[in-house]
Nanobody, 122 residues
């Protein structure tokens, strides 16, 4: 089984950048598809980005296309989310999650990190 720990969140001005990291424990990390979700106050949890187990496939929600990039390093058991041109509406707690299914549906993810706060000021 895999356990996930996010890092890299913080406070940034609009237009700035942050890189989130999600470190996984366990030897089976490379078997999992990995995704980032976010949860803003007063809103439902939202899918952000997904990367397949081999890194060969990615999906992004429309609002982050061209600004965010998901990547993974299976040798380091880590998945990343590079976030550029950040906007105030990107403010949320960001979670990484693992699934054996290549899916954007959060209910199919059974491993979650504790989350990291991203705050974008205007």
């Amino acid at each position: 089984q895999v356990q996930l720990v996010e890092s890299g969140g913080g406070l940034v001005q609009a237009g700035g950048s942050l890189r989130l990291s999600c470190a996984a424990s366990g030897r089976t990390f490379s078997n999992y598809n990995m995704a980032w979700f976010r949860h803003a106050p007063g809103k439902e949890r939202e899918f952000v980005a997904l990367i397949g187990w081999s890194g060969g496939g990615t999906i992004y929600t429309d609002s982050v296309k061209g600004r965010f990039t998901i990547s993974r390093d299976n040798a380091k058991n880590t998945v990343y989310l590079q976030m550029n041109s950040l906007k105030p509406e990107d403010t949320a707690v960001y979670y990484c999650a693992a699934s054996s299914t290549f899916t954007t549906r959060d209910v199919l993810y059974n491993r979650w990190g504790q989350g990291t706060q991203v705050t974008v000021s205007s």
